[in-house]
């Protein structure tokens, strides 16, 4: 299937990300301000420059959008904060409807990056804003309860499974429960799941991991780098494993089915690579049913983000182009030969 096929297909979907919704903050500080506190005698950090963007689930749900999805959800949490404002409206700000439940003892998922404005470099380290502790039961609860019902109305579902700690995160047991029971339930819904620890507690559903995460999910289950006894485990028709700028492999009972990435020789920035690559990868594979093109698919698009500074975004022009570029270049290497 062609790529503005694809495209024009996109329109016409529903997708709802599920999973650590969190906040981006850009803060450029100026090092020439960084004048020692009076009370304390440390130098301060003197943000002069912030953006704000949605991060985690969000980014996967910003890239969705980007690509011209005709509807786009989140489900997560936030807390009693001001993050919280900022984070719904930033998500608004690119048209993604936000089911977000008010977890009111802990804080909104928020990344602060320290850049210095006169490099450029994010050379301070980054200050996190973590919930600690398992969320309340009665959190959990009307997370589950949404989901179950608004599940239903969309044709993708993806998770997006951020939480490296024990705790804390959207992605719990029951979580995982709930998404297994709808994918059972609903096979003509495509359930894509990025989790970075937890892969192999899934069930039912495609699981997108890139080669570490792979190594690591099948070691604590006791298998030595044997992907598709990982994909047994999990017990889905098929697994994928990224590889970075070599493209991916589709992991299927028939074998491996090694699909090539786009080369970028110069990326500018792989972070939210994985983002992209899952919401081009899981509209793909609604649309055509096949993994493979799924995988084509969400390489295409990664390889337009990791061009850009940030969590950046493809568009469908931006699609369109590279395809019409790399068609160009395969026609002068032939003519050539």
């Avoid at 786009?72 to 930033?90: F, K, M, N, Q």
């Avoid at 039961?137 to 989901?147: D, S």
Wanted: charged share 25%.
């Amino acid at each position: 299937m062609k790529v503005a096929e694809v495209l024009a297909s996109i329109r016409r979907l529903s997708v709802l990300v599920v999973g650590d919704v969190c906040l981006d903050r850009w803060c450029r500080y100026e090092p020439d301000f960084a004048e020692p506190s009076r009370e304390t005698g440390l130098p301060r950090v003197a943000v002069v420059e912030m953006e704000r963007s949605p991060g985690g689930a969000g980014n996967v749900a910003t890239n969705v959008a980007a690509l011209g999805a005709g509807q786009v959800t989140v489900l997560g949490t936030v807390g009693d904060d001001g993050h919280a404002v900022e984070l719904r409206e930033a998500l608004r700000a690119r048209c993604i409807t936000a089911e977000l439940v008010a977890d009111r003892g802990g804080l909104t998922f928020t990344y602060t990056k320290l850049i210095n404005r006169a490099t450029g470099v994010e050379d301070l380290p980054r200050i996190d804003f973590l919930s600690a502790g398992e969320r309340p039961a009665e959190v959990e609860g009307q997370l589950l309860k949404r989901f179950q019902e608004l599940a239903p109305r969309f044709d993708v579902v993806i998770v997006s499974d951020q939480m490296e700690q024990g705790s804390g995160g959207v992605v719990t047991s029951g979580m995982r429960q709930v998404l297994a029971q709808f994918a059972e339930a609903h096979p003509e819904t495509v359930v894509w799941v990025d989790s970075r620890v937890r892969s192999e507690l899934f069930r039912h559903v495609l699981v997108k991991l890139n080669e570490d995460e792979a190594a690591q999910a099948s070691s604590r289950i006791g298998l030595d780098a044997d992907w598709d006894g990982l994909r047994r485990h999990i017990g889905h028709r098929c697994m994928i494993v990224t590889r970075g700028r070599e493209g991916a492999v589709v992991v299927t009972p028939a074998g491996q089915i090694v699909v090539p990435g786009r080369i970028v020789e110069h990326p500018t920035d792989i972070c939210g690579a994985g983002d992209s690559f899952n919401a081009g990868g899981a509209m793909a594979l609604r649309i055509t049913g096949d993994p493979v093109e799924a995988a084509r698919f969400g390489n295409l698009v990664a390889s337009i983000t990791v061009t850009k500074p940030g969590t950046g975004t493809a568009s469908p022009e931006e699609l369109l182009t590279a395809v019409e570029g790399h068609e160009e270049e395969c026609a002068s290497s032939n003519n050539a030969g």
